[in-house]
């Protein structure tokens, strides 16, 4: 079966832009997680979202936001980029948080610049 | 706050040398310990899941095994296409989602 689908995989914005990240979860999953990577903090969790309810929230600032639609598929946006935003946007899906392992998608290279 | 502590940072060894990877752990109401491989810009790779001390798990090379502290990823008789990051991640019972290791970088020589 198909896997978890990240678009785009690559994007460079400009400093004080917005931008909008998708995430289609494997089929039959209803829980997609955010999560941020990047060298110097590893993985970082951003959000989880359940049968389109965000259940849980890292520790992020307010510019970070998500939201899922009825057929699960998320998406993330973070407004006024800046540079300490470039990171490896990665999307997990589980067909129930924590009973299973998490399969992730490829993600989404991010650039600010 | 839960933490995750994986060590080494980085290990090289010789095809067929068997090691250890370790991933310390301190969470709150442990609900599962995952193992991920990572190889360069993909994702995570799911290994395994383990829930309570005691429980291990395998795979073709790789055994993964829960004390109530660590977690240990054995590596039997590597191969070169064993080479690839490998990252520990707890899910505690709060609502922070999964608190990552930084991961161990594994490389395997022919």
């Known amino acids: 079966k198909a896997g978890v689908t990240q678009t785009p995989r690559y994007l460079i914005k400009t400093r004080g832009q917005q931008v909008t990240l998708s995430c289609s979860p494997i089929s039959g999953h209803r829980s997609v997680s955010w999560y941020q990577q990047t060298p110097g903090q590893g993985l970082q969790f951003l959000f989880e979202?359940?049968?389109?309810?965000?259940?849980n929230k890292g520790n992020f600032p307010g510019r970070f936001s998500g939201r899922q639609f009825s057929n699960s598929r998320s998406e993330m946006n973070v407004s006024t980029l800046e540079l300490g935003d470039s990171a490896l946007y990665l999307c997990?899906?589980?067909?129930?948080?924590?009973?299973?392992?998490?399969?992730f998608g490829s993600g989404t290279r991010l650039t600010v610049v | 706050e839960d933490q995750v502590t994986q060590s080494p940072e980085a290990l090289r060894l010789q095809e067929g040398e068997s090691s250890s990877l370790n991933c310390s752990y301190t969470?709150?109401?442990?609900?599962?310990l995952f193992w991920y491989r990572q190889d360069p810009g993909k994702g995570p790779e799911f290994l395994f899941t383990l829930y309570s001390a005691g429980e291990e798990k395998e795979k073709e090379r790789l055994k993964a095994t829960l004390t109530k502290k660590e977690s240990f990823l054995h590596i039997t008789a590597p191969k070169p296409e064993d080479s690839a990051t490998y990252l520990c991640?707890?899910?505690?019972?709060?609502?922070?989602?999964?608190?990552f290791g930084k991961g161990t970088h594994l490389i395997i020589q022919p």
């Open positions: 991640a707890a899910r505690g019972g709060g609502a922070d989602g999964l608190t």
């Open positions: 969470v709150s109401g442990l609900r599962g």
């Open positions: 979202y359940f049968s389109e309810t965000q259940r």
């Open positions: 997990a899906s589980s067909s129930e948080t924590v009973l299973y392992g998490y399969t």
